[in-house]
């Protein structure tokens, strides 16, 4: 039966390469990466000798009716992306919406993904969580995006890039107000990981002043607003509002 899998790769660490996806990378016909260059380092440490082409977000949709026809031939595909699972910040959604459409199967593969592991080692609330993928790169936008998940009682989860991360800080600080606690995930399952918990303002001064805070991959959350009693959910103007109608009806 033709199949397109969907297979996780590490976000860093070799050894977290799942031996089902190595199975599944090694017997189907084509393994479609996000960059064939960068994956045929992955599949030489593995001995893995599928030929590879490209899907990236510019070529999706030719890639995905191209991969179709492939299905319709019988054939067996493998869709992975430079790190960690596709799809999650990552090209693929595309791909699966097609294949599906055309009645063919999309079986996940899991394994790696970085906002579940930085997630799981923060001590923040697990049984919620909203993942919030990159900030805008822009300020005004940044601040938008931010401002809508204000009061947001979840934990946030946010995809940070290195050159960007004070900016970031920074901005969640000043929307959140400093006390609001972030926890930094950066580097996960390589040499210099590091889980930093923090209130966000803390956390602006620590990262500024420590350069290597500032490179490599990072998973950056933040704790939810806190829950309002009963009682106090109504905010001031509301309040107000109802004070003048009850002096109204006396
Ligand atoms: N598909 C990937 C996944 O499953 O996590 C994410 C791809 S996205 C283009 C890359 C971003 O993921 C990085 O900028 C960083 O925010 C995060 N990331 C990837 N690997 C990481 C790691 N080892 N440690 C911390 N964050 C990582």
Redesign the pocket.
């Known amino acids: 039966e033709a199949v397109l899998y969907i297979v996780?790769t590490p976000?860093?660490?070799l050894d977290d390469m799942v031996p089902r996806a190595l199975k599944i990378l090694q017997s189907v016909d084509v393994i479609a990466a996000e960059d064939t260059r960068h994956s045929s380092r992955l599949m030489q440490h593995f001995s893995i000798t599928t030929p590879m082409i490209a899907c990236h977000d510019h070529n999706e949709e030719y890639v995905a009716e191209k991969l179709i026809e492939k299905l319709r031939q019988g054939e067996q595909i493998a869709l992975i992306?430079?790190?960690?699972?596709?799809?999650?910040?990552?090209p693929g959604y595309r791909v699966v919406t097609q294949v599906r459409d055309a009645g063919f199967k999309v079986v996940p593969v899991p394994g790696?993904?970085?906002?579940?592991?930085?997630l799981c080692a923060s001590g923040l609330p697990s049984d919620r969580f909203i993942f919030e993928g990159?900030l805008p790169a822009k300020e005004s936008g940044r601040r938008q995006r931010l401002q809508r998940v204000v009061d947001e009682t979840a934990t946030l989860i946010?995809?940070?890039?290195?050159h960007r991360i004070v900016a970031s800080l920074s901005s969640i600080a000043e929307v959140f107000g400093g006390d609001r606690e972030v926890v930094l995930?950066?580097?996960?399952?390589?040499t210099f990981?590091t889980i930093k918990a923090l209130p966000v303002a803390e956390m602006v001064a620590w990262v500024e002043s420590d350069r290597n805070q500032q490179k490599?991959?990072?998973?950056?959350l933040v704790r939810g607003a806190p829950k309002r009693e009963q009682g106090e959910a109504l905010d001031a103007e509301t309040l107000r509002v109802l004070k003048i109608l009850a002096a109204e009806v006396g």
């Open positions: 996780a976000i860093g660490n992306s430079d790190a960690g699972t596709p799809l999650i910040s990552d790696a993904c970085a906002m579940v592991a930085a990159f946010y995809y940070e890039s290195p995930a950066r580097e996960l399952t390589k990981e490599g991959e990072i998973v950056l």
